[in-house]
C-alpha cells in the first residue's frame, strides 16, 4: 500500500509490503490422479512452482519501505537578538512564535525574509546594498513542529542535515540533540539518532544557527558577484527524518564495469552498510530488484554493529548484464537510467526493517594524456570533448525545481555536454538528477573559495588557507560527504579536489584516503590549474585565462595561454551583457544610459567591476553606440561572434583539445559578465553563439589560417556529404561559390577549403551549409568579417587577458539597405506544450541580418521563458527561405495568448 499524510506540512510517504514464501501446491492436486503415471513431471512443476514462488516473494519484499519524513514546510525563523529563550524552552509546544517569519526548508535566512517581503527588490539597481548586514551577525532560530501521530511503529529514528551553514545547536522537544561544538561545516551530513527524543504524536525541532565567520569555509561566489548580506546562513539543504526498523540500510552504491571493446557485457557491484541500532544479536536477508533480476544475501548483526554488504558479479551471475542499457553523455548517445531497490529484512525475513531506492547508470569513466600532455576523459572507452560552463546557483541558494529543470534543458539546446560545478552547488539531489537525465556530465568539486586570502578571511600560502589538522580533518571529512552522497549520480565524471590551488600534500593524501575507500569510479583531478602534484603528479589541464574580451582569432592563434589546446576548465571572452529587457529589470529606467555606476555594480568583482575593456573593443569594432537599444543590438552580435569562436576552435583543433568550460554559464543574480543566459533565462546572443558552434555535424570558418573545417562531433562516420561555400561582398554580391564533397569519420576535424582573399570588400560575408546526399541541411554557419584583421597585443598579455591592439572594422553594419521580410508564423498547441512556427523569407537582393525572434506575453509584453529556438540572431541570403520552431511551455504564457515578434539590424517591422 501506499499512505501519503501531512501533518503540519510533513510529507510522509510509507511504502509496505509484506509478504511470505508459499507453495503453489494447488496446481498439484489438479494431477493427483495421475500422479502414479507424472510423478517425475509432478516433482519438476512443484520445483518450477517453488521457484517462481521465492522469485515473485522477493520482488514483492524488495518493494521499498521508504518511510521519509522531510521536514520542508511550516518552520519559523527568528533573529536570536530578538528572542533570548533557550532551545530548551522554543523546542516545546507551549512556546510562542508569534512575531517569527514562516519558512520553508531548505532556505538561508536572507531567502526567507525576501519570501516574507521584508526586503523586496532585492536585485533592482543596488537595493542589495541596502540590506543592514549586521543583523545576521548573530545566530538565527529555525523552528519546527512536526506529528508523528498515526505513523506506523518503528525501532529507530534519524535526523538527517543534509547542508547547514555553519554551525548550530540542535534542540529537541526541549533537549539538546547536538551541539554547534560538533555540528560544524557548510558542506558536512549529519545523521544524528534522536530515537530516545523523539515523542509518538507531537514534536518540536528548534535549530539555532550561528553564521560562518571569517576563515570558515563555507559557500561562496568568489568575486563573480556580490556576497549575499547573510552570507548564506541557514539551513541551505533538506531536513528529514528516517524511520526504520531494527536494522537500517544506508549509503546504497552501485559501481558498473563495462567491457570496453564491444560494449555488450557489464558486470555491477552493490555495497551498502547496514546499521543494528538495537542491542541484540540481530539476523536477516538483504534483498535486491533491478528491473526483472532479483537477488539476495543473509547478514547477521551483533549488538549496534555496523556492517558493509557486497552483493559481486563473482558471487552474484545475475549482475552481469548483457547487452546493457550504457549512460552516454547526450552528444553520443542515450543515457540510459536504472532503477535499484534494496530492502533489508528481519524476524524470519517476513518484516521489512528499512529499504532504500537508487537510481543509477551504466558506464565507465577514465582519464588520460594524450601525445601532447594534455588530460582527457573518455566515457565508455571513447574520447569526449569536454564542452560546457561554469554553474552557480541563485544567490540566496533559492533555485526552484523548474527553474533548475530550465537550465539543464537550456545546456542541452545549446549542444554542451558537460556543467563545472566549483563548489558543490545544489540545495538538494535535482541538478544532479537532471543531468543523469538528460545526458549532461558534471564535473564536481571544491571552490576557490578558501584558496585566496579576500575570500576564506584567513591567511593563506600556495596551497590555500586549508592549514592545520583541524582544518584538513573538517575538509577531507566535507569531501567524504559530499561524495557518498553523490556517488550513485552516472552525470559526474570527474572529484575535483582543488581550483586554482593544489591541495596541500597531508590534505591531498587524505582526500585519497577517503576516496579509495568510497568511490574508485572516477577520476580524481588536484586542481583545475596546471600544477605538479607530489602526491598525484601534473594536472595537465589549464586554466590560465581569459576572462576578460578577447577577438575570435585569439582562440585559434594564441599558443601559451587559454587558446584552444588542451583542457580550458575556465575561460571566456568575458562580459555577455543581456538583452534590454532584463537590463530593464535590474537599472532604472533614467539610468538606463549611458553606462554608470549601477551598471557597473552589476557586473564582476576587482579586476571585473566595470564593462570598460569590453566596451573598447565594442566601439572600435561595431561603432559606438548612440543609446541603450543601439547598445544591446551591437552587444547581441559580440555576444555570438566571440563565443561561437571560442568553442569552434576548440571543435576544430580536436584531438590536441580535450575539452573547454566556459566561464560562466549562469547567473546567481542579474549581472553584465559570463552568462550564456541571464538570471532571468533570457538566452543572449552568446547562447545561439554556443548552439551553432557545437552542431553534431558543423560546418566551421577558421579565424586563424582562413580555412573551411568539417567538424563531426558524433559516434557515426559520415559519407557523401557536400559542403557549400559562399562568400559575399559587403553589397551582397556572390563573389565565390564551390561545392565540396566530404567524407568524414567519427569524432573528427578536416580542412576542407582554404577561402581566398581576392577581390574582398572592408566588410564581407561567408555563408556555409553542409547537405546530406538527399539535399538536407544538416549544419550551417554565417559569419561577418573584415579584411582589417584583430591583432593582439600578446606582449601585454595579464592572467586575464590579452589586449586588442588593432581591431576588426564592423561599423559598416549600420548602413546596410534595410530589406523587407515576408514572415509568416503560427502557433501550435499540444498538451501543455506550445510550438510557433516561422517562416522567414528574404525576397530582396540584399542580406538580411542578425535577426532576432521572440515570443512575448501579449499583456505584460515580456519575453515567455524558457524557450528553446531551433536557431536565433538569424541572417538570410539575398532570396533565401528559413522555417524556423520555438518551443515553449503554455503555462509559462501566463494564460494569455503568446505573441511572436521579430526584429533584425537592417530589417524593416
Known amino acids: ?213 571569517p576563515g570558515d569555509f563555507t559557500i561562496g561566489f568568489v568575486g563573480w558577484n556580490p ?151 573518455r566515457i565508455n572507452g571513447k574520447d569526449v570533448l569536454i564542452r560546457g560552463g561554469g554553474w552557480v546557483d541563485d544567490m540566496l541558494l533559492a533555485d526552484q525545481d523548474s527553474k533548475i529543470e530550465a537550465q539543464i534543458k537550456y545546456v542541452k539546446h545549446m549542444n554542451l555536454n558537460a556543467v563545472r560545478l566549483e563548489g558543490f552547488w545544489g540545495s538538494s539531489h535535482k541538478l544532479y538528477d537532471l543531468a543523469d537525465q538528460y545526458g549532461i556530465l558534471l564535473m564536481a568539486g571544491w571552490s576557490c573559495q578558501w584558496e585566496w586570502k579576500d575570500y576564506v578571511g584567513r591567511p593563506v600560502d600556495e596551497f590555500g588557507g586549508i592549514q592545520t589538522p583541524g582544518d584538513m580533518d573538517l575538509v577531507a571529512r566535507s569531501l567524504r560527504d559530499q561524495v557518498v552522497w553523490l556517488r550513485n549520480h552516472p552525470s559526474i565524471f570527474v572529484w575535483v579536489l582543488g581550483s586554482d ?127 541603450v537599444e543601439d547598445f544591446v543590438r551591437k552587444a547581441q552580435a559580440a555576444n555570438y561572434e566571440a563565443i561561437r569562436a571560442m568553442f569552434e576552435a576548440f571543435a576544430v583543433n580536436k584531438p590536441n583539445t580535450t575539452g573547454i568550460i566556459q566561464w560562466m554559464l549562469n547567473s546567481a543574480w542579474p549581472k553584465m559578465y559570463w552568462q550564456l543566459y541571464d538570471y532571468y533565462l533570457i538566452p543572449n546572443g552568446a547562447f545561439y553563439g554556443t548552439k551553432t558552434a557545437f552542431q553534431p555535424l558543423n560546418i566551421i570558418y577558421n579565424y586563424g589560417d582562413y580555412a573551411i573545417y568539417i567538424v563531426n562531433d558524433t559516434l557515426l562516420s559520415y559519407k557523401n556529404l557536400n559542403a557549400e561555400v559562399r562568400v559575399y561582398n559587403f553589397d551582397s554580391k556572390e563573389i565565390f561559390f564551390k561545392t565540396i564533397p566530404v567524407n568524414i569519420g567519427e569524432n573528427k576535424s578536416k580542412k576542407i577549403l582554404d577561402i581566398p582573399e581576392k577581390g574582398l570588400s572592408l566588410l564581407y560575408f561567408i555563408d556555409l551549409k553542409l547537405k546530406n546526399q538527399e539535399g538536407k541541411v544538416v549544419g550551417d554557419n554565417f559569419y561577418w568579417l573584415s579584411t582589417k584583421k584583430d591583432i593582439l597585443d600578446e606582449k601585454g598579455t595579464t592572467w586575464f587577458y590579452t589586449p586588442t591592439k588593432e581591431f576588426a572594422d564592423f561599423t559598416g553594419l549600420v548602413k546596410l539597405p534595410e530589406v523587407t521580410l515576408d514572415v509568416k508564423h503560427r502557433f501550435e498547441t499540444s498538451n501543455t506544450k506550445q510550438l510557433v512556427h516561422v517562416t522567414l523569407k528574404n525576397p530582396t537582393d540584399k542580406i538580411a541580418f542578425f535577426i532576432e525572434l521572440k515570443v512575448v506575453d501579449k499583456q505584460s509584453g515580456r519575453s515567455i521563458l524558457p524557450i528553446f529556438w531551433d536557431d536565433n540572431y538569424i541572417s538570410l541570403l539575398p532570396g533565401e527561405v528559413k522555417v524556423i520552431s520555438g518551443r515553449f511551455s503554455t503555462k509559462d504564457a501566463g494564460g494569455e495568448n503568446p505573441v511572436f515578434v521579430f526584429s533584425g539590424w537592417n530589417v524593416k517591422n
Open 1 to 213: 500500500m501506499k499512505i501519503e499524510n501531512s501533518h503540519k506540512g510533513i510529507k510522509t510517504v510509507f511504502v509496505a509490503k509484506k509478504t511470505e514464501l508459499k507453495m503453489k501446491m494447488k496446481r498439484t492436486r489438479r494431477w493427483w490422479l495421475f500422479s502414479y503415471l507424472l510423478l517425475p513431471f509432478m516433482i519438476f512443476l512443484v520445483f518450477v512452482s517453488c521457484e517462481n514462488s521465492r522469485e515473485e516473494s522477493v520482488k514483492k519484499s524488495v518493494e521499498e519501505l521508504k518511510y521519509t519524513i522531510f521536514l520542508k514546510d511550516d518552520w519559523y525563523i527568528q533573529s536570536s537578538a530578538k528572542c533570548k529563550e533557550t532551545g530548551e524552552i522554543i523546542s516545546t509546544p507551549a512556546f510562542n512564535t508569534e512575531g517569527w517569519n514562516k519558512a520553508s526548508v531548505p532556505t538561508t535566512v536572507l531567502a526567507a525574509l525576501v519570501k516574507n517581503n521584508i526586503y523586496k527588490d532585492i536585485y533592482f539597481a543596488r537595493n542589495l546594498e541596502k540590506i543592514p548586514k549586521e543583523q545576521f551577525q548573530q545566530s538565527w532560530w529555525y523552528r519546527k513542529e512536526f506529528s508523528l501521530k498515526g505513523v506506523p511503529s518503528f525501532s529507530a529514528v534519524r535526523l538527517v542535515f543534509e547542508g547547514i551553514n555553519y554551525r548550530a545547536n540542535i534542540w529537541l522537544n526541549g533537549q539538546k540533540a547536538a551541539s554547534a561544538h560538533d555540528i560544524i561545516g557548510s558542506f558536512r551530513i549529519f545523521d544524528l539518532e534522536i530515537t530516545n527524543f523523539i515523542h509518538p504524536g507531537r514534536n518540536v525541532l528548534a535549530v539555532e544557527v550561528f553564521p560562518p565567520k
Open 501 to 627: 590551488k593544489l591541495p596541500r600534500p597531508k590534505l591531498e593524501e587524505k582526500y585519497y584516503t577517503h576516496l579509495d575507500s568510497i568511490d574508485t569510479t572516477r577520476p580524481r583531478l588536484a586542481s583545475c590549474k596546471y600544477h605538479v602534484s607530489k602526491i598525484s603528479g601534473a594536472t595537465a589541464v589549464k586554466m590560465n585565462g581569459p576572462y576578460d574580451y578577447v577577438p575570435p582569432i585569439y582562440w585559434y592563434i594564441d599558443k601559451k595561454n587559454g587558446g584552444a589546446f588542451g583542457f580550458n576548465t575556465e575561460t571566456g571572452p568575458g562580459p555577455q551583457p543581456p538583452p534590454l529587457e532584463s537590463l530593464k529589470r535590474m537599472i532604472p529606467g533614467d539610468r538606463l544610459w549611458p553606462i554608470n555606476d549601477i551598471w557597473d555594480y552589476h557586473c564582476g568583482r576587482n579586476e571585473f567591476n566595470t564593462l570598460d575593456r569590453y566596451m573598447r573593443a565594442l566601439e572600435h569594432r561595431y561603432g559606438k553606440p548612440g543609446n
Open 227 to 377: 556576497a549575499p548580506p547573510d552570507k548564506n546562513m541557514g539551513l541551505w539543504r533538506e531536513v528529514k527524518l528516517r524511520l526504520s526498523g531494527t536494522v537500517s540500510l544506508n549509503h546504497p552504491f552501485v559501481q558498473s564495469k563495462v567491457k570496453l571493446e564491444t560494449l555488450k557485457q557489464a558486470s555491477l557491484t552493490i555495497t551498502a552498510r547496514l546499521t543494528n541500532h538495537s542491542k541484540r544479536q540481530v539476523s536477516g536477508m538483504v534483498k535486491g530488484e533491478i528491473e526483472n533480476i532479483v537477488f539476495s544475501q543473509p547478514y547477521s548483526l551483533g549488538s549496534l554493529e555496523k556492517k558493509k554488504i557486497v552483493f559481486s558479479p563473482d558471487q552474484y551471475k545475475e549482475l552481469r548484464f548483457q547487452n546493457p542499457g550504457l549512460w552516454w553523455p547526450h552528444n553520443l548517445g542515450t543515457p540510459h537510467l536504472y532503477r535499484l531497490k534494496l530492502a533489508v529484512l528481519v524476524d524470519g525475513y517476513d518484516k521489512t526493517s528499512d529499504s532504500r531506492e537508487v537510481t543509477f547508470g551504466i558506464r565507465e569513466v577514465s582519464d588520460y594524456i594524450n601525445e601532447e600532455g594534455h588530460r582527457g576523459y
